[in-house]
């Protein structure tokens, strides 16, 4: 029982490590996707998020820079990697003016995307794949030990 417990011990941090444990990094396509979603949500019309995505920092934390065109205006968002929501936003319209007004911009800092379900499988998997060891590992040792002489 303890030699289970031992490569239970040694199974878990490679099977947390390997993306069993946390939340998923959010991907470029994600980002795009949360961009057009979060600006219509905001009111712009007409959201043609650009296809080139590239790295961004505001603070300590990492995101994704994104780039749309709308009816207003072009906008550019800071999508977290970390969460789907936006960190920043540079939305200058004409005469230097920004596209969003208050209650747009709060609606935007409000909305949150989610990660597509897809992006939790690899986890699932992995899960599945401990504990089917563990109980494999468990059952032999547990024979082993009360094996009739």
């Not at 749309?68 to 540079?90: F, I, M, N």
């Not at 911009?105 to 563990?134: E, K, M, N, S």
């Amino acid at each position: 029982m303890r030699a289970a417990l031992a490569v239970a011990a040694l199974l878990l941090p490679l099977s947390l490590g390997s993306g069993c444990g946390g939340r998923p990094p959010v991907a470029k396509a994600d980002a795009r996707g949360f961009t057009a979603a979060a600006l219509r949500d905001a009111g712009l019309h007409d959201v043609k998020v650009r296809s080139g995505v590239s790295g961004c920092q505001v603070g300590r934390q990492a995101g994704w820079r994104t780039r749309a065109d709308t009816a207003a205006g072009p906008v550019q968002l800071c999508v977290s990697r970390s969460e789907l929501r936006a960190l920043s936003v540079t939305d200058t319209g004409a005469g230097g003016r920004p596209l969003l007004d208050d209650g747009a911009f709060a609606r935007l800092d409000r909305y949150r995307g989610r990660v597509p379900a897809r992006r939790f499988v690899p986890a699932l998997t992995g899960a599945v794949a401990l504990l089917a060891a563990v109980g494999a590992i468990t059952s032999y040792v547990w024979r082993e030990e009360h094996r009739l002489p």
